[in-house]
T-cell receptor, first 112, second 114 residues
């Protein structure tokens, strides 16, 4: 079963704009992670935020976590055409031994 | 460090045939995971190993599926008597137990059952 639900399912923006993607989950977690997947390829880890953290930055990425609302958001600033991909949130639920549960993903298209 | 490698990358088979996928994790990683991903969906957990021990199996893993990691290094995932519903991308990932929890994925093995 998939715990995370991303929103929106698809997002199309112009190069240079910011992209915001949201994820909601159901159970208590140790951490939440975001991954990226180019078409037909494997997943690449982007950023991890622990349950006791509220915000984290990595380059053009900013992730927030609200454990009271069981939600997270991923912001990609100054998007590039190369950011076009599917993005997944994944939760490491408490007691799950680092077995990640993924959402259905968000398809991001960045128009040049 | 060559990352996680999976073989074959693509497999087309006829219904009823057996198929086997291999995964070579990053060498110092003691945890190895198998996930299945169908079109438009996120990866779904199948099973994972710590060293050679298979610690958890999903209910998705029917008795036609078997996974092994005999020496705690590479792993194989075998599907017997394939069905059209088995068509999917099979993803392998590895990690180090006790570290941050980040998974390192291979490029996947895409199975098409005709």
């Amino acid at each position: 079963s998939q715990q995370g639900e991303e929103d929106p399912q698809a997002l199309s923006i112009q190069e240079g704009e910011n992209a915001t993607m949201n994820c909601s989950y159901k159970t208590s977690i140790n951490n939440l992670q975001w991954y990226r997947q180019n078409s037909g390829r494997g997943l690449v880890h982007l950023i991890l935020i622990r349950s006791n953290e509220r915000e984290k930055h990595s380059g053009r990425l900013r992730v927030t976590l609200d454990t009271s609302k069981k939600s997270s958001s991923l912001l990609i600033t100054a998007s590039r055409a190369a950011d076009t991909a599917s993005y997944f949130c994944a939760t490491d639920a408490t007691g799950a031994n680092s077995k990640l549960t993924f959402g259905k993903g968000i398809t991001l298209s960045v128009r040049p | 460090d060559t990352g996680v490698s999976q073989d074959p990358r693509h497999k087309i088979t006829k219904r009823g045939q057996n198929v086997t996928f291999r995964c070579d994790p990053i060498s110092e990683h003691n945890r190895l995971y198998w996930y299945r991903q169908t079109l438009g969906q996120g990866p779904e957990f199948l099973t994972y190993f710590q060293n050679e021990a298979q610690l958890e199996k999903s209910r998705l893993l029917s008795d036609r599926f078997s996974a092994e990691r005999p020496k705690g290094s590479f792993s194989t995932l075998e599907i017997q008597r394939t069905e059209q519903g088995d068509s999917a991308m099979y993803l392998c990932a590895s990690s180090v137990a006790g570290r941050t929890g980040e998974l390192f994925f291979g490029e996947g093995s895409r199975l098409t059952v005709l």
